[in-house]
């Protein structure tokens, strides 16, 4: 992959000092965002630029200067590289907007701590002369070096010619008049579709730097203050970076037009590049540091002696050889890693490896398992480890000779020589009391509380149960499933029930002592579902009838948990709760909660307490389930607050599955929910597993993120690991690495599988070190990037205040741009933007983290579905975390009923959205089907069999099923979707111009949002204001 840089010189200007901490300063208090143009206090004005639509698209200015002899056209079509993915936080804005009408963003001229600057129209010609240029390869002979420091790249040499991309100029934006508000003259507000809602100040990070850039006016000279335009609005916000730069330097250049939003990175045309180069071919693995191609393009991976990268993903296949340089460029080290990754059903599964009693071979030293990277030397007699260089004998019953390149002649013979990714069969000494592991068993324990039976859920429930446990999973070569299953139901109380298969009747027990619970009985509580078949079904029937008449609304929730575990624990088993469980514990029993939904914590230094347990006993239980290898599997089905940062809490350290259906209906929501009770019952699962990973010499693990335990520094524990779970983790130096030797990963996950064997699953990847940054920055894969800073950033708000957390990742986002531009780019004006290849979209990727629920704090989003936001993101895959931050928006209306391809996605904004239209939105956890008012009625007749926009009902979950082309084409495409992710979205229909339809345009990520964030345009402005000011 070529390096290219992607260059804009923007319409913004340098940034303050602190990263992440922006300025007050842009935009006008005006009713409407996109009204009015950079910088102006006087709504006016706007009229007089003429820019007052959102649909008139932004055109870029022409560069300054006529492009080199050989620049090429850019556009987006040939970005090469895949969506980045970094997480940045935004600061909080607390001086909101005006009141507006619905969907017009206000803009606000209270970025923080803004210096005013004097001269806008300068801005205003900034902006207009946003250029792109595309550079060459970074590493072309007549690049300049990449060294940590040296030079200014004025002094390193002649750059390669950039390839421009010129905008036709338009017209001139005039300067603004001078406001008073606040005793200081308006800063230059943002460009119409790139400004912000008003954000509270927040200090800079570094006090110490200059607050104005040299050669820079001071303007009137008044400390940066808020704006205090209109009311402050609830929710926090991304703040923005400092004044924008003033002085007749920028003054030159071509009159403008506003800024193109098609002109700035597309993370969709980055995702069609990466499928329409390397989609359906064949991704072989041989090559070390390899720069795989990105989760969303469809390939088929053959394992030739590294890990596919379905089971490890690198935030880069190429590690800085020191920790200097790794600390200049602020590039996360990590690997996110996905153990039990489903293969295609044309990739070749895992080999298993069985030694017999021996069992796998390791390094003596680093207990490192045999892998391709052992250097077999002395004949074949000795081996050197790729990780720590200890030479070791090989076993007698191993030997083999070397061919005359120094290969073992069965290299090709043995999986864990040749592949990247094998299972060992694990002896005795791996198993818990070196006895072999039973069969794991499932308990399914069903809240039987008031509510619950009134609303149908357990009797639905109950139905769906008869015949899903007929999908247990099971081995591949076996008939049944070896897994055992239990039933148990409670309220303030708990029922055990007798399911032998000689028992005519089921058979009930009572628990009435849930402070210390026990359980009544273990002969005939697990049981084979196809030996017990009738007495499980007879009670299934008998459960719903049996509290049918029930009065008790109060549950106990602790000691049901405890209860599954002692039943797991006196069986010597290990297993899986799955609990139906609906209301916060208010019974008198350990765990109990009590509502603690304080919105008024939000934004302040107390809102992490927001997302910790509200009670040990929760951490003492979750740390016991490990221990016992109990995973707990929780879907909850709340009308009011449920606590989720406590009683989630089991579910995400042991490795479980957190499912929430809020107000939960019978008749609209029982198909979504059945196909996750589904998909989760045949999931194949890893019981009692603990995984470690070891690295090479000069580095190591440091941290680990993800649903699991850590008893210590090195072991992840899980109770349960599955298909869906991916663990990430991050890598430091300790020394120098080698270049030669590069940088090689070994995770071992030793598990227990559905059947009962014992087992050890191996996966090595071998990355390239170098002393070139470029090289680092080349490698970079934006959406392995942004799982780590999601995953960071949510594990940091336990404890930190958010608006710190925020601060943080515009911060890194910011450093790692402006490293890049000061020692891999070409020499160029600061005034302009110049990106990694690797990492163009990491801004909008960035952006949409920065506006993920969790992290801007807002009073309309419950705590619970914050935390069950944060919660789900801890254990997500790449692919997982990709479609949750942006989304795909696919338009209904222009697919071809006749070709089986699906209609390209369109970029996730208002602009996209035509009236004519129909759209489908998911984002793996919500699917919208979005309506224009003007849709066809021949597409709105085949979809839903209704003859107009009109007749359209909003109430529906399901699509009706047609036999015509465009029913059957759209259902497939929904279908398709919903199999791609680990949740059963449900379908959400939205007409254009009605209430719900504020809901949907929430996850149009590169627009402003309505309850706080910057769009993207903003926030591009914001970063490049922040390596302006590194770099200055």
């Keep these: 992959m070529n390096q290219q840089g992607y260059v804009a010189a923007p319409p913004y200007s340098q940034s303050q000092p602190g990263m992440g901490h922006f300025s007050p300063g842009y935009g006008q208090p005006a009713s ?75 803009s606000q001229s209270s970025y923080p701590n803004c210096p005013p600057s004097s001269s806008t129209a300068q801005l205003a010609n900034q ?34 010619r950039p390839q421009q991309m010129a905008f036709s100029p338009g017209a001139q934006i005039p300067p603004p008049p001078a406001s008073n508000v606040n005793s200081h003259s308006s800063p230059p507000s943002l460009p119409p579709m790139a400004r912000q809602e008003g954000i509270p100040g927040s200090s800079p990070l570094h006090a110490n730097l200059p607050q104005q850039l040299s050669g820079q006016a001071s303007g009137p000279g008044f400390p940066p203050q808020y704006g205090n335009y209109g009311p402050p609005m609830a929710g926090a916000q991304l703040s923005y970076p400092s004044g924008l730069p003033s002085g007749p330097a920028q003054l030159t250049g071509p009159q403008q037009k506003k800024l193109d939003p098609d002109s700035i990175p597309s993370p969709i045309q980055v995702i069609e590049n990466d499928k329409v180069s390397r989609g359906g071919q064949v991704y072989a693995t041989n090559i070390r540091g390899q720069v795989p191609p990105l989760v969303t393009t469809d390939c088929v991976i053959q394992d030739q002696g590294n890990a596919s990268p379905r089971y490890i993903r690198c935030t880069a296949s190429c590690f800085p050889s020191s920790s200097d340089m790794a600390k200049q460029a602020q590039i996360p080290l990590a690997a996110v890693i996905k153990p039990f990754a489903k293969v295609l059903p044309n990739e070749t599964p895992l080999y298993v490896v069985n030694h017999g009693e021996t069992g796998p071979i390791r390094c003596n030293r680093c207990k490192a398992y045999m892998c391709p990277f052992m250097q077999f030397i002395d004949g074949g007699r000795r081996y050197q480890c790729g990780f720590c260089s200890c030479v070791n004998d090989v076993p007698p019953f191993y030997f083999q000779h070397l061919d005359h390149t120094g290969r073992r002649t069965d290299h090709y013979e043995r999986p864990e020589l040749s592949l990247g990714s094998y299972e060992y069969v694990a002896t005795l000494d791996y198993c818990r009391n070196n006895k072999p592991p039973q069969p794991p068993a499932y308990i399914f324990m069903i809240d039987v509380s008031y509510n619950n039976i009134k609303s149908g859920l357990v009797k639905l429930i109950c139905e769906e149960l008869k015949t899903v446990l007929d999908r247990l999973p099971r081995e591949d070569q076996e008939k049944t499933s070896a897994i055992r299953v239990a039933f148990v139901t409670y ?17 009930m027990m009572v628990v009435t002592d ?18 017990s078949r009738s007495v499980i079904n007879n009670l299934l029937d008998q459960i719903p009838e ?12 602790a000691p049901v948990i405890q209860a599954g575990m002692e039943a797991l624990k006196a069986a010597e088993c290990a297993g899986k709760l799955f609990i139906f469980h609906s209301s916060l514990p208010t019974a008198e029993a350990p765990g109990k909660l009590k509502s603690r939904d304080d919105r008024k914590l939000v934004n302040t230094e107390k809102e992490k307490m927001l997302f910790q347990p509200q009670t040990n006993i929760y951490e003492t239980l979750a740390r016991d389930c490990v221990a016992n290898g109990c995973c707990v599997d929780l879907f909850l089905f709340p009308n009011q ?74 072991d992840v524990e899980m109770a349960g690991v599955d298909c869906d779970k991916a663990v990430t983790v991050e890598f430091k130096h300790d020394d120098k690495l080698n270049e030669d ?38 490698s970079c894969e934006t959406d392995a990037l942004i799982n780590f800073f999601a995953k960071s950033a949510y594990k940091a708000i336990l404890s930190q205040p958010l608006k710190t957390v925020r601060e943080i990742l515009v911060n890194q986002t910011a450093r790692m741009l402006a490293c890049y531009r000061k020692n891999c780019a070409s020499p160029s004006a600061v005034s302009q933007l110049i990106l990694p290849d690797a990492m163009k979209v990491l801004p909008v990727y960035m952006n949409c983290l920065l506006k993920s629920c969790v992290l801007v704090g807002k009073p309309e989003v419950s705590t619970d579905e914050r935390t069950f936001h944060r919660q789900l993101v801890m254990s997500m895959d790449v692919a997982g975390t990709q479609l949750l931050f942006y989304p795909q928006l696919l338009p209904v209306h222009s697919m071809d009923v006749n070709s089986d391809a699906f209609p390209a996605a369109v970029r996730c904004s208002e602009e996209r959205l035509s009236e004519g239209g129909i759209f489908l939105l998911a984002n793996g956890l919500h699917m919208f089907l979005w309506l224009g008012v003007s849709a066809p009625p021949e597409l709105i007749q085949g979809i839903f069999n209704v003859p107009s926009f009109a007749h359209v009902s909003t109430d529906a979950t399901l699509l009706p099923e047609l036999e015509n082309p465009y029913s059957t084409k759209l259902r497939s495409m929904i279908d398709h979707l919903k199999s791609k992710t680990p949740f059963s979205m449900k379908i959400l229909i939205v007409k254009q111009r009605e209430q719900p339809e504020m809901v949907f345009r929430q996850f149009l990520i590169e627009d402003k949002s309505i309850y706080g964030g910057a769009s993207y345009v903003d926030f591009l402005c914001c970063v490049h204001k922040e390596i302006c000011q590194l770099l200055n």
């Design 127 to 160: 902006l207009s002369s946003m250029q792109i240029n595309s550079y060459g390869p970074s590493n072309a002979p007549n690049s300049p070096p990449c060294m940590p420091s040296g030079p200014p790249p004025s002094l390193q040499g002649p750059p390669p």
């Design 741 to 778: 030797s590069g940088a090689l990963i070994q995770c071992a996950l030793l598990y227990t599988t559905i059947s009962g064997q014992r087992r050890l699953r191996v996966h090595n990847i071998g990355l390239n070190c170098s002393s070139q940054l470029a090289d680092v920055y080349k």
């Design 546 to 557: 049996m509290f049918a008449d029930t009065n008790e609304s109060e549950t106990v929730f």
């Design 491 to 507: 309220n303030k109380v708990l029922h055990f029930f007798n399911v032998k298969s000689n028992l005519a009747q089921p058979q």
């Design 32 to 106: 409407s965002s996109l009204y009015g143009h950079y910088g102006d206090a006087n709504p006016s004005s706007a009229a007089q630029s003429g820019m007052l639509k959102t649909s008139v698209p932004f055109g870029s200015a022409a560069p300054v200067g006529s492009p080199p002899p050989n620049a090429r056209q850019f556009n987006q079509s040939n970005v090469q590289n895949g969506p980045s993915t970094t997480a940045q936080q935004s600061h909080r804005f607390t001086a909101p907007p005006p009141s507006y009408p619905p969907y017009s963003h206000p």
């Design 514 to 531: 849930v402070g210390e619970v026990f359980v009544p009985l273990l002969d005939g509580f697990f049981v084979n579902f196809q030996e």
């Design 641 to 714: 607050y449920v606590d989720v940062a406590s009683m989630g809490l089991i579910t995400m350290h042991t490795g479980g599955t957190l499912y929430k259906y809020n107000n939960f209906q019978v008749h609209s929501d029982s198909h979504q929910f059945l196909n996750d009770l589904r998909k989760d019952i045949e999931k194949k699962v890893g019981f009692d597993a603990i995984m470690r990973v070891r690295t090479s010499t000069g580095f190591r693990a440091t941290d680990f993120l993800g649903a699991i335990y850590m008893n210590n520094t090195t």
